[in-house]
């Protein structure tokens, strides 16, 4: 890594007083990783129960039909997140 | 340059953009907030850091403007380190290929020089380590960051605004172009393709972004010449070497006393009668007052030290003064991105 720095400066964005919504916000992104973990499990497991490698998933490349639904999931994930720290 | 993520490095990636503009709602949200305290492009403050205190101050318990604050700083830091990771997750498989396009007609000429202060003590955009900060940075940058970041990100078309430029200039029998800030490429590939049977040459400081444009010069099957280097000072190259000098986003990155040097050094190297264009961000003065401390505000957090400095300034008579004529500064879209500074040397 060369020399330099990031000359940004350091900065506090939330009041000690939103503490609580913080924990909130990480709470609801607990959860979405536990229900996709869950399902990403199961997923894996009835996949291997049909035979079909699931090592595919890694080189997947989503077509635009796909891609929109991620986006679209993706978003709902983001508003979660958002609607705890009351930015919904 | 053809290649496939694997599955995190996609999705992380894609967060990204979806974070980012996220944000950008986010911004619009806190300024309807802002104009129901009749806080508006007309009634704030004239002075840039007198507008940020008392927007900071108004908004300083919306959740809103909070939220949009930690998205914004979230992305500043993050996209880069997505971007490493993604790489990382596909390294194996692709360096072979990025090795094999180093060699071809493209070359890179190494030069002794003094690395300016604004280069090699800042990370631009929050880059960790700098432009040279890992090995194949420049692929990570180039093709990554750039491609799959903020060309989503960023209004209009951003490789379609490099060709615009270079198609309004008065001529189109350049024989030999300069590129000053080369970086990884983006713009040498668009003056290739408007004037595809010019010799270009390029200068960047950075080796490891010069290493991505000779990949992507390479697999056209193109003879540029780069070298390393910056554009205040460039003795590789004999006076009145080049009939079009030209750079694009690269005015930002530095202080305007380096602005005024490359003028200088684009003249010298200039044949009597050759062009210069250069692009860089819209000019402060040709937003409102809102706007402006939008991206000021966007610069200020993004890893942009010297925006504010350079969005002012006004780079007509900087271009007169290093001896171009016909000099004419011009914003081909309105209110956005780029503003663009056109001279010529005179015969």
Request: aromatic fraction near 8%; charge should be negative; hydrophobic fraction near 40%.
């Amino acid at each position: 890594m060369s020399g330099g720095a990031d000359k940004t400066p350091e900065r506090r964005i939330l009041p000690e007083a939103r503490i609580d919504d913080l924990g909130g916000a990480i709470l609801a992104l607990t959860r979405e990783i536990w229900v996709l973990t869950d399902r990403q499990m199961v997923l894996e497991a009835v996949l291997a129960e049909e035979g079909i490698d699931t090592g595919r998933i890694d080189g997947y490349q989503p077509d635009e039909a796909m891609t929109r639904r991620l986006d679209a999931r993706r978003q709902r994930l983001l508003d979660a997140v958002l609607s705890a720290l009351r930015a919904d | 340059m053809q290649f496939e993520l694997m599955q995190r490095g996609r999705a992380l990636m894609d967060f990204e953009v979806s974070v980012r503009r996220a944000a950008s709602t986010l911004q619009h949200r806190a300024e309807a907030e802002l104009a129901a305290m009749n806080i508006t492009a007309r009634t704030l403050p004239e002075d840039m850091e007198a507008r940020h205190r008392l927007i900071d101050e108004r908004l300083a318990a919306s959740p809103v403007f909070q939220a949009r604050a930690l998205l914004g700083e979230w992305c500043a830091r993050q996209h880069g380190r997505a971007a490493e990771e993604a790489f990382e997750e596909i390294r194996g498989g692709i360096v072979p290929e990025l090795e094999r396009l180093r060699h071809g007609r493209t070359t890179i000429t190494t030069h002794d020089f003094t690395p300016p202060r604004y280069w090699s003590e800042t990370w631009f955009h929050r880059t960790r380590g700098g432009w040279d900060g890992s090995d194949y940075n420049g692929f990570i940058h180039g093709e990554l960051v750039h491609r799959k970041y903020v060309s989503k990100v960023f209004p209009g078309d951003i490789y379609g605004n490099r060709r615009l430029i270079l198609k309004q200039l008065p001529r189109d029998d350049y024989a030999a172009i300069l590129e000053i800030g080369t970086s990884s490429g983006h713009h040498t590939l668009a003056i290739a393709d408007v004037f595809p049977a010019a010799r270009i040459s390029g200068i960047d400081p950075s080796i490891r972004m010069l290493e991505q444009a000779q990949r992507v010069a390479n697999e056209r099957g193109l003879a540029w010449d780069l070298h390393t280097g910056v554009g205040e000072d460039m003795p590789m190259f004999a006076d009145g070497a080049f009939d079009l000098v030209t750079a694009y986003a690269i005015h930002h990155e530095m202080p305007p006393s380096a602005i005024a040097a490359i003028f200088a050094e684009a003249f010298r190297v200039l044949k009597p009668g050759g062009d210069m264009v250069m692009a860089d961000v819209v000019r402060t003065r040709d937003l409102d007052r809102m706007a402006a401390w939008r991206m000021d505000w966007a610069a200020k957090w993004g890893g942009e030290p010297f925006w504010r400095a350079t969005a002012g300034l006004d780079m007509e008579p900087m271009a007169r003064e290093a001896g171009f004529v016909d000099v004419r500064g011009f914003t081909p879209q309105p209110g956005r991105d780029p503003y663009v500074i056109y001279g010529r040397k005179p015969a």
